[in-house]
């Protein structure tokens, strides 16, 4: 994955073949880079796939086991399982920094040089051949695949204008590589291999097998140094495409991929993923978790399709835009996001969602639905054992809260007045931070969701107010 920020290689690196040699450097094949460093890592402890959640007793091994094997390996899963995220995380493996034929196209190794320039390079300036740094970041590349995806763009064509320049059609020097060359001694990754159009495929079977590339019927014979990864949606196989059985045969591992197992690690990726502009409670990343979850498991929703983190993601983004507009339009001291909020996110996130056919004109419908029983769950699992009965109370006495996108928390904590107990609810459903005890935010957030939970509990009662926006509990 090449960054625009490649830190400037360091100065005491040797800069000719000579000083090379002299300094002991001994080359090594991407895949034994690969090996070598992922051992290192295991032994130290260390993350060898640093941001990838939820994958430590099932993908993980899997994938360490293919690279230790040096396997050329395919990622199969639904849509939004980190698959590319994963992938980039392989560049972490390679060495910081490796030597290459200062100005080669294929990033050559001074002690193997694979093109007629480069040969021609060492053999008039031998120990004086100029070498120069690549860093790792740069020798990560990745493509997806598209209908209109070329065994040129892949692999290589003819350079008319090279040709046009007096050169030769047979000619070694008039092809212009395409992007598979072009990441030699790196790491090439395919996504969504199987809209690749099968012919386009094929092209990649010598790649994978002899390591080398042919281009349009020239005899050359290239040694790529490289490790060949792709992505692939099993749904793919059927409706757009699939992977020929001969490039399947030639990748060494299929590795699994699937969304989070565990409801904690779907709130620690919606943790780390999320851009929030405001203060989304811990509470409320558990109900758009359990909220995902149940839309991955209903049967109005496709599950061949799949329902992306970027699902989960987007709607923590939207409840923390909610509560900024909320703040901005009130002059509310703090923006905190409140489960009153959750109403008019989820429309927004209908797009995400592929749908059986049958529920064709409920879509909104059902996905309110299942907000509200995520809420439901996560008010019975944090404060199902908590005693709530003095909140319950001041309804019977005939209080009303009003709450709504508008509604300020200040205004939200006037209406309740003194509650005894109300500590506990905040631990409950936010832990023992003591922040968010005295933060007027956090703490009208937390009544909100409670005053929720129990009407949806039946516990009391709620009423919209015409006009939209805005509810009331309690009242007659």
């Not at 692999?155 to 030769?168: C, L, M, Q, Y």
């Not at 709450?403 to 928390?409: A, C, E, M, P, Q």
Request: glycine share 10%.
């Amino acid at each position: 994955m090449t960054s625009h920020l490649t830190p400037d290689a360091p100065a005491d690196l040797p800069r000719t073949l000579g000083a090379l040699r002299a300094s002991g450097h001994e080359m090594r094949t991407v895949k034994d880079e690969l090996r070598d460093n992922l051992v290192a890592k295991l032994r130290s402890g260390e993350d060898p796939f640093p941001g990838v959640v939820g994958i430590e007793d099932t993908v993980r091994p899997q994938l360490e086991r293919a690279l230790l094997a040096g396997h050329d390996l395919v990622l199969l899963g639904e849509r939004g399982q980190g698959k590319t995220r994963l992938l980039r995380t392989l560049v972490g493996l390679l060495d910081e920094w490796t030597p290459v034929i200062e100005g080669s196209e294929l990033h050559e190794h001074p002690y193997e040089p694979v093109t007629v320039w480069a040969r021609r390079q060492v053999a008039e300036h031998g120990d004086s051949t100029v070498v120069g740094w690549l860093h790792r970041s740069e020798r990560y590349r990745d493509k997806l695949a598209t209908p209109d995806t070329s065994v040129g763009d892949l692999i290589g064509d003819v350079d008319p204008v090279k040709v046009a320049e007096g050169r030769t059609l047979g000619d070694p020097e008039t092809v212009h590589y395409g992007l598979v060359p072009r990441t030699n001694r790196g790491i090439f990754a395919i996504n969504e291999l199987p809209d690749l159009a099968e012919r386009i495929q094929v092209s990649l079977l010598n790649v994978l097998e002899e390591r080398d590339i042919q281009v349009r019927g020239y005899a050359l014979r290239l040694p790529l140094d490289l490790m060949l990864v792709a992505s692939a949606n099993p749904e793919d196989y059927t409706n757009r495409g699939r992977i020929i059985t001969p490039l399947k045969d030639r990748f060494g591992a299929e590795i699994r991929t699937h969304y989070p197992l565990r409801l904690a690690d779907e709130i620690d990726l919606v943790r780390q993923e999320a851009d929030l502009r405001a203060l989304v409670p811990l509470h409320l990343l558990e109900i758009v978790a359990r909220f995902t979850r149940a839309v991955r498991e209903s049967p109005a929703v496709d599950s061949r399709s799949g329902v992306s983190a970027r699902f989960a993601v987007a709607a923590a983004e939207s409840l923390a835009a909610s509560a900024l507009r909320r703040s901005a339009i009130t002059g509310e001291a703090s923006a905190v996001a409140r489960v009153g909020d959750l109403p008019a996110v989820v429309p927004t996130l209908r797009g995400k969602v592929e749908f059986e056919v049958s529920e064709e004109g409920r879509e909104d419908d059902v996905l309110q639905h299942l907000m509200k029983r995520a809420i439901a769950e996560t008010f019975r699992g944090r404060l199902g054992g908590v005693d709530l009965s003095a909140l319950i109370s001041r309804f019977d006495e005939g209080a009303t809260i009003e709450v709504g996108d508008l509604v300020t928390s200040e205004e939200v904590l006037r209406r309740l007045g003194p509650l005894e107990g109300l500590g506990r609810i905040v631990t409950a459903l936010e832990g023992d931070d003591g922040a968010s005890a005295e933060s007027p935010g956090v703490v009208a957030s937390c009544v909100e969701t409670a005053l929720e939970g129990l009407y949806l509990t039946r516990r009391i009662s709620k009423d919209e107010v015409p006009g939209g926006g805005r509810s009331v509990y309690g009242g007659a």
